[in-house]
């Protein structure tokens, strides 16, 4: 009985004493981290912590004075997935570490972050970064090439994953001037080497100088299932420069709100929103549909080139033009097909414009075009261009078009109508042979100006016109009307 309280007594005791070493390890091992922070002369901080238990360090009022400039009022990461004799030691990811090295940690908080000077390389300033769940897996640093900072980043980039980011209050100067670049919240969400299942940016906003109304202004960016894997693997290459195709940038969503700014306001510009979506319906089959919607122009009386504008619109019977863009298609590789079901400018009781088109024999060189961004390996490509139809719906788009030309030339309408039918029908372009059947599709759009209705304009090329042909149309004396087999019809 009494050894066992005498055990019990020098374990209690034991506990005590090494709990009263802890805060003497923890200031040993901060005085040890500020020395070697401070140790290249240029790099001072004013306080240093450390948590032993929860891996924790933390910095008060870091700034660097090398020619970059870097300032943080407060750095603080936990949970480092960094071995504990070495943080005893002094010796943390802050002492010592270099591209390639691996580096963990539960969270990480940066606040008051000033980067760079403004003369020579711009400046980088960030109210708040919060990172949680930090992995930087250990990557290849050697073998960089000419372009050695942005090859790291892209591998280092390739090798993180991030369970969440949240940055705020980040305002960017432009190198030798005063433009910024601002953005008031960036959060990302789960963030896998590449691949992100969630980005948001409020608050985006260019301004040409400080004390300025923004250029340019966006208030909500939203993106699902980002995807730049293709883009990090060809900025990593040693051997990457500004002519190698970066890759297809991927997305499953994305849309942007609340556009403004003294640019868009300038010419009497609104727009509501732009939206992107791909649904996979299967791993060979794909549809994608891009969308503006809310485009407005009503040019005010602030400027010339407004005015301009505004004059356009008034000699057409118009106080604004409203417009809006849908174009969807489907990629289907089990198919070997690209097709584009519509893709259609509109404006309302104005016009209707709408192209469809048809892609066949998509190969390997195709795909690889496509993905990598490689459009040289088109022409290595089989694939041809099967069909294709422009249709031009007309509201009072032509009425209001030949209005204007009348009042611009002084003319009646029924003659400015007569006159621009003729001059099509006379017209002979330049490096394209003229046939009968170009002829036959002059004369259809000079029915179309005299009539109005719906012009259909037909390309069915007779065999499918191969991609690697397409530098045919652009020869001298091309038959551009037998090559892509084209007719037009008028209907009403």
Not at 47 to 62: H, K, M, P, Q, S
Not at 278 to 293: K, L, M, Q, W, Y
Not at 304 to 318: C, I, P, S, V
Not at 476 to 491: E, F, K, Q, R, Y
Request: aromatic share 6%; net charge neutral.
């Amino acid at each position: 009985m009494k050894k066992s309280i005498a055990t019990g007594v020098a374990a209690v005791a034991l506990a005590a004493v090494g709990a009263a070493a802890v805060p003497v390890v923890q200031g040993y091992a901060a005085g040890r981290i500020k020395a070697e922070i401070e140790r290249d002369g240029t790099t001072t901080v004013d306080r240093v912590e450390v948590g032993l238990f929860d891996r924790r360090i933390a910095l008060t009022d870091l700034r660097s004075g090398q020619a970059a400039g870097v300032s943080v009022g407060h750095w603080e990461a936990s949970g480092l997935g960094w071995p504990l004799a070495e943080l005893i030691r002094g010796r943390t990811p802050l002492a010592g570490f270099q591209w390639g090295d691996p580096l963990q940690a539960d969270r990480l908080e940066l606040h008051d972050v000033r980067i760079g000077n403004r003369g020579a390389g711009g400046t980088w300033k960030v109210d708040s970064l919060i990172v949680e769940g930090l992995d930087l897996a250990r990557f290849d640093a050697g073998d960089v090439g000419p372009y050695g900072p942005l090859v790291l980043a892209a591998r280092a980039l390739g090798a993180l994953s991030v369970r969440r980011l949240e940055q705020r209050g980040a305002v960017f100067t432009v190198p030798g001037s005063s433009d910024t670049v601002g953005m008031a919240a960036i959060v990302v969400e789960r963030y896998e080497r590449g691949r992100m299942a969630t980005l948001t940016i409020g608050g985006l906003e260019a301004t040409a100088s400080e004390g300025r109304a923004p250029l340019f202004r966006v208030s909500d960016i939203a993106v699902r299932g980002l995807d730049v894997r293709r883009s990090l693997a060809a900025f990593s290459s040693a051997d990457w420069h500004s002519n190698v195709p970066i890759g297809r940038i991927k997305v499953e969503r994305a849309s942007v709100t609340g556009f403004g700014g003294d640019t868009l306001a300038r010419y009497g510009v609104s727009l509501g929103s732009v939206t992107v979506e791909t649904v996979h319906e299967s791993d060979r089959v794909s549809r994608s549909r891009t969308r503006i919607d809310g485009f407005v122009l009503a040019p005010p009386l602030r400027n010339m080139e407004a005015l301009k504008l505004r004059m356009a619109l008034q000699a057409m019977g118009l106080r604004e033009l409203k417009l809006s863009f849908d174009c969807a298609g489907v990629e289907d590789r089990g198919r070997a097909e690209i097709t584009i079901d519509r893709c259609a400018l509109s404006g309302p009781d104005l016009a209707e414009v709408n192209l469809t088109g048809r892609i066949v024999g998509a190969d390997e060189a195709f795909w690889h075009a496509v993905d990598d961004g490689d459009t040289a390996a088109l022409y290595d490509s089989r694939a041809a261009l099967v069909s294709a139809r422009l249709v031009l719906a007309d509201g009072s788009l032509l009425e209001r078009a030949l209005k204007a030309l009348a009042a611009t030339t002084g003319q009646p309408v029924p003659t400015a109508r007569a006159n621009l039918a003729r001059d099509i029908r006379r017209f002979q372009p330049a490096g394209v042979l003229i046939t009968q059947g170009l002829t036959q599709l002059l004369d259809a759009v000079a029915r179309f100006v005299e009539q109005g209705g719906t012009l259909t304009l037909d390309a069915r090329p007779e065999p499918p016109l191969a991609i690697d042909r397409f530098d045919y149309l652009t020869s001298p004396g091309a038959d551009l009307v037998n090559a892509l087999g084209l007719t037009a019809t008028v209907s009403r």
